[in-house]
Each structure stands twice: as structure tokens, then as C-alpha cells.
């Protein structure tokens, strides 16, 4: 049978055919569907989703114990462990980070000589590091955690080497060793790769996760991650959950119920040891990066904070022009990231607030035109657990954010995972950022499963502050349907998914305008979705307002 066809259906198929590949284009080869595929943020607001709490799945948030293989040392003194990589501002610059030497703890300790050992990367994209072999040294250090107690236990670090790698290829495969050579202590060779140089054309695929710890559910939580391939692994606070524990290793899901009468709220350390361990399967291999959360604050001798966290991350502070390294900022290919300190002061008088308006101020949208905020307390949040709780970072902060068109900030400490619609100031608003949080990374303090719009669980105002940071911002609703309330009385408009479950984020910037955000459940395979969006930016209708700088900043 002869095929017959007129010109006016060739002309239908070649439009067609033009259409298809234009759309695979804009959408980097995934082509957004219509009704029934994968919504946008064009579509919403969207009406409120809680997911029913899935009673047959609560998880194991037990820690793993100290006898567990995965978190024994993995060779021997003075060998290196716990390697990790970490990124600088850029992308022609990491960081190298491991450790040498045993920790000690009991109530004589003796710190070791971080000059013993010397801090060696030699690096290349040779797989065999036969050739073209370069080498880089950095500094080392050791921390103490020490209480002035009787019979609490103090506890010496390991000796903690960090090398900054510099001159680095874009989006380019690296190997690496590290150690100490002339003594022969080297690790093996690990592969990582440089971020793409920052423009609108180049993204990498990042990993987000919180509030992980060292649980049967963190290591389903990292397992999945792994699966999905992540070129960079976003860790929005809460590592360890070191401070659960009393000094002798007593642990506990709820450290005030259990140790409410001990004089100091005691740490774990070791419990840092056992993380790095476990997380070098990851970590050598996908740079991660760090922001402070509630359970790094670890206080001791002398009023002093935050010494493990300080330690043993590796920060672009100094290239991100911060004095701190409670927070700072980078680029991963056509995205700028802002890693801000919920725990360091933010009030427009702090030297945080300054370097914001500075790092804001360099900003250029031609080149990272992703603008992605993250910190630990989350602004947007339905769950009793936290509600309210950081009224006065966002009271300081968000006029700032929302001006200079941050699109997407990810947030951890509520252990439940959350998606906001686009919000500024408690209202809808097309030009907002999304919030989500994603404090669901498997630790052993469980889920939050309350929410605050339910009968009977609207929080005490008065009980709302964070202890550590002080201050009293949180009020009633001023507008909308909850005006004149401290809580909704179902779930807020701002609220568009929420669920109770364990599990990790993936965000694919697509192009310029366009990124897949997909959340993923611990209890489905790693390839199912339980959440995802396309979030779209709207630059000819969002306009980006410059921050007022003064000379004295």
C-alpha cells in the first residue's frame, strides 16, 4: 500500500518537531509536562498539602554504636581518616581535610603536637598520580573539649590537617593523596571534581541535607543520597548529635529529659570521630558544606562554643571576605550560595549583617543568577517543634533577602520536611523566595509530627526564643485569615507540602530560570519522588533592589 502524505502535515510535523526540540532545550533535555507532570511555581500558590503521618514506617533512629565497623578506625596511626572535601569561594579552589592520630578522652589527657605530623596533599588528573604529580601543604590543629567538673570526662582531638588545593580546573576530575610523606603515612588515592566555572549556562547536581546524625535511618538517608549522584552535598546543621551524650557515653533521645540535673549540658566527642569515619564514603569524594546548627554549640570551659565545628570543617571565610566562620559564601557553578549564622549575631548592628550587605552588593546575576540562602532555624515553619523560633534573624534579615531576590532557602532543625510557597513578611507573593525545610536527615531525637494549626497545639508565645541567642521577636499574625492569632487554626497559606518523614533533597538548576527540586523519601527507592517542583525565576518581574551601603561597612 502506497504512504501518502500532503505538504500541509509535513509542515504540522516539522513545526511540532521544532517545538519539541526547543522546549528539550530551555528545560536542559527534560521537558517539563502539562496537567499531570511535574508542577512549577507559575502554577502556585498552591493549596496546603500535609501528607498523613505513614504509622508503618517510624524508621530506626537508633545511633550506631561505637563497636559498629563503619565508624572504627579504618587504619592505622598515623595513617589519615576522616577525608573530606570541602569547596572554596570558587571553583579553581578546594579544600583537603583529615586525621591523623587518636583521640583521647578520660580525665588525663595529654594533646598531641599538631607539628608532628606534616600536612601534604600531592594531587592531579592522573589516576595514578604517576604524572604531572603536584603537591600542596596546608596547617594542622587539635581541639579540646574540656569541662571544669568533677568526674566529667575531657577529650582531645586528633590531629586535623586542612590544604587548600588552588589553580584547579573547572569541571574537571581530580585525584588525590594525602598525609604525611616522609614518614611514609599517605592515604589512598580518592577522586573528586572541581565545580563548572560560574555563568548561567553551568550548574552542578547538589545535595541537600539536615539534622542527620549517626542513626540506622542517617546511613538509609546517605545511602540514598549516594545513589543519586550529587556533584556537591549541602549540610544545613546538626553533624553528630555529640551533645545527646553525657561525657561517659551515655546517651540519650532527649538530653534535658534524662541529664536535666548535670552542671554543664555535657558532649560526646568521640561521637564527632565516629561521624567522620562513616561520612568519608561520601565526603572524599563529594565536597560538602557546612553551616553551624543548635547541636555544634557544645559549650565548656570558658564560656567557648562551636570548637569541633570551627575545627574540623574546612571554610571559605577568608575568600568569601567573612571574619567568621559561622558564616560565608560561594559559587557552584550559576549558583551563589549564602551560608548564614543563625547562631551568630544577625541584628542589623552585627558584623554578619555588615558582610551580607557587602557579599549581596558583589553579586552579579549575569554570572550566578541562582541566589540560594541557607541556615539552620527555619523562618516558615507549622510544626510546634521550633515554631516561631528564629522571629528575630528573619525580623533583621528578610526585608534584606527579599530585596536582593534570594529565590530558594533551605533550612534545617525541624525534623520533618516542608515546602512554602513563594513568601515574604507572612504573605504570598509571587516575587518570594521558597522556603524549605529539610531537617529530616534521620537523628536519633525522631521526627516532629505536631503541628502548631492543630487543636490544642498552639505553643506558648513565651516559650517560643531560642535559649542560645535570646531576644523576643515572635507575635501575632497582623493580616490574612489568622490576624489577631499566634497560630493558624488550619494549615497557613505559606505552607504548600508538608510531611513527617526521613530524607534528603536533590536541586537541579536547569538553566538560568528554571530548577527541579526533588525530595526524596528514606522509605521509597532512591529514584521516587515524594516531593517535587520546578521553581521559576521571574527576573523581568522580580526586580533586585541593591543594598544601601555606607563606608563605614
Request: aromatic residues 12%.
Amino acid at each position: 500500500m502506497a504512504f501518502k502524505i500532503d505538504l500541509q502535515t509535513l509542515i504540522s510535523i516539522g513545526y511540532c518537531y521544532i517545538i519539541i526540540i526547543f522546549v528539550g532545550f530551555v528545560f536542559g533535555g527534560e521537558i517539563v509536562k502539562g496537567d499531570g507532570g511535574i508542577p512549577t511555581t507559575l502554577d502556585g500558590p498552591f493549596t496546603p498539602v500535609t501528607v498523613p503521618l505513614d504509622q508503618s514506617f517510624r524508621g530506626n533512629a537508633v545511633d550506631l554504636p561505637s563497636d559498629d565497623p563503619r565508624v572504627q578506625p579504618p587504619v592505622n596511626e598515623p595513617e589519615p581518616e576522616q577525608i573530606s572535601v570541602s569547596l572554596s569561594s570558587n571553583y579553581d579552589s578546594v579544600w583537603i581535610s583529615w586525621i591523623t592520630g587518636e583521640f583521647q578522652i578520660g580525665s588525663n589527657i595529654k594533646p598531641l603536637n599538631p607539628d608532628s605530623v606534616a600536612s601534604v596533599v600531592e594531587y592531579g588528573k592522573d589516576k595514578y598520580l604517576k604524572k604531572h604529580t603536584q603537591k600542596a601543604e596546608g596547617y594542622s590543629l587539635i581541639y579540646n573539649q574540656l569541662y571544669p567538673f568533677e568526674g566529667l570526662q575531657n577529650y582531645t582531638s586528633g590531629i586535623i590537617h586542612h590544604v587548600q588545593l588552588t589553580g584547579l580546573s573547572p569541571d574537571t576530575a581530580y585525584y588525590f593523596r594525602c598525609g604525611d610523606p616522609s614518614i611514609g603515612a599517605m592515604s589512598d588515592v580518592f577522586r573528586f571534581k572541581t565545580m563548572p566555572v560560574s555563568s548561567r549556562k553551568n550548574y552542578p547536581k547538589i545535595g541537600i541535607v539536615s539534622d542527620l546524625g549517626l542513626t540506622y535511618n542517617s546511613t538509609s538517608t546517605v545511602s540514598h543520597l549516594m545513589q543519586n549522584n550529587p556533584d556537591l552535598m549541602i549540610l544545613v546543621g546538626d553533624a553528630t548529635y555529640a551533645n545527646l551524650y553525657l561525657t561517659d557515653g551515655t546517651g540519650s533521645d532527649c538530653y534535658s529529659c534524662s541529664f536535666a540535673n548535670t552542671p554543664i549540658h555535657e558532649t560526646y566527642q568521640p561521637r564527632w570521630d565516629y561521624w567522620g569515619r562513616y561520612m568519608q564514603r561520601l565526603t572524599s569524594k563529594v565536597p560538602i558544606m557546612a553551616i553551624q546548627g543548635n547541636h555544634e554549640i557544645e559549650a565548656q570551659v570558658d564560656g567557648i562554643t562551636f570548637a569541633s565545628y570551627n575545627a574540623r570543617f574546612a571554610f571559605p571565610s577568608v575568600e568569601s571576605g567573612s571574619k567568621s566562620t559561622m558564616y560565608y559564601s560561594f559559587n557552584a557553578g550559576g549558583v551563589h550560595f549564602l551560608m548564614l549564622g543563625g547562631y551568630s549575631a544577625y541584628d542589623k548592628s552585627s558584623e554578619q549583617f555588615k558582610w551580607l550587605q557587602r557579599d549581596l552588593a558583589k553579586v552579579d546575576r549575569s554570572v550566578t543568577p541562582w541566589l540560594v540562602g541557607v541556615w539552620h532555624p527555619p523562618w516558615y515553619n507549622s510544626y510546634v517543634s521550633h515554631y516561631k523560633e528564629a522571629e528575630c534573624m528573619r525580623a533583621a534579615m528578610e526585608e534584606m533577602l527579599y530585596n536582593a531576590g534570594v529565590d530558594i532557602i533551605f533550612n534545617g532543625h525541624v525534623h520533618a520536611y516542608e515546602r512554602s510557597n513563594r513568601v515574604y513578611n507572612y504573605t504570598l507573593d509571587p516575587c518570594g523566595p521558597v522556603h524549605i525545610t529539610v531537617g529530616d536527615g534521620g537523628n536519633r531525637e525522631k521526627m516532629a509530627v505536631k503541628h502548631a494549626d492543630e487543636p490544642g497545639n498552639c505553643p506558648e508565645p513565651s516559650s517560643t526564643p531560642d535559649s542560645f541567642m535570646g531576644g523576643f521577636c515572635a507575635s501575632n499574625f497582623t493580616s490574612g485569615p489568622a490576624a489577631g492569632n499566634f497560630c493558624w487554626d488550619r494549615q497557613p497559606e505559606y505552607s504548600a507540602y508538608r510531611e513527617s518523614s526521613f530524607g534528603h533533597g536533590i536541586l537541579e538548576v536547569k538553566n538560568e530560570t528554571h530548577a527541579l527540586w526533588t525530595w526524596h523519601r528514606n522509605q521509597d527507592m532512591y529514584n521516587v519522588a515524594g516531593d517535587q517542583i520546578f521553581i521559576v525565576r521571574e527576573p523581568h518581574r522580580c526586580h533586585v533592589k541593591h543594598p544601601v551601603m555606607h563606608w563605614d561597612q
